[in-house]
């Protein structure tokens, strides 16, 4: 970027000085050089924004699928802790893991179907980092009455 901004300034210095129009021409030339600039420039920071959301969507998404994963195990654990137990009260606990491995179902298909281009990324990272924060406390504190 700095290179075509250079590139541009230097065009532009050597043709206002070996040039051969009239003071006019120049600095409309001149002026065109530098809407061209500005341009390249916005265009530039424009494409830099991007880059960076996307690094950040990218990672945001792995982070959130390793999460979502371990939740899927901790969810396996429980299963087979109550397929072992015997107690009284397995029906109201598999009925609970069934709700907390249907809510870990919904937000992977919140985050596949999430359209960065037509949402609001900082709500919905906001919104979605709550909804998985609760169901790890969910899941944390099914494990302690367990106990």
């Not at 300034?9 to 003071?23: K, R, V, W």
């Not at 994963?69 to 072992?84: P, V």
């Amino acid at each position: 970027m700095k290179n075509k901004l250079f590139t541009i300034a230097m065009a532009l210095s050597l043709t206002t000085f070996f040039g051969c129009q009239s003071a006019t021409e120049k600095v409309e030339s001149a002026q065109e050089n530098a809407r061209d600039a500005k341009s390249e420039l916005r265009e530039a920071r424009e494409d830099a924004v991007t880059a960076a959301a996307t690094d950040e969507w990218k990672e945001y998404k792995l982070q959130t699928r390793e999460r979502m994963e371990k939740n899927d195990l901790r969810i396996a654990e429980l299963r087979a802790r109550r397929a072992e137990s015997g107690k009284v009260m397995d029906n109201v606990y598999s009925s609970r893991i069934d709700a907390l491995q249907k809510t870990n179902k919904d937000l992977q298909d919140r985050l596949d179907n999430y359209d960065r281009n037509g949402g609001d990324w900082d709500k919905f990272k906001r919104e979605f980092s709550y909804d998985l924060d609760e169901l790890g406390k969910a899941l944390d504190g099914f494990t302690d009455e367990e106990n």
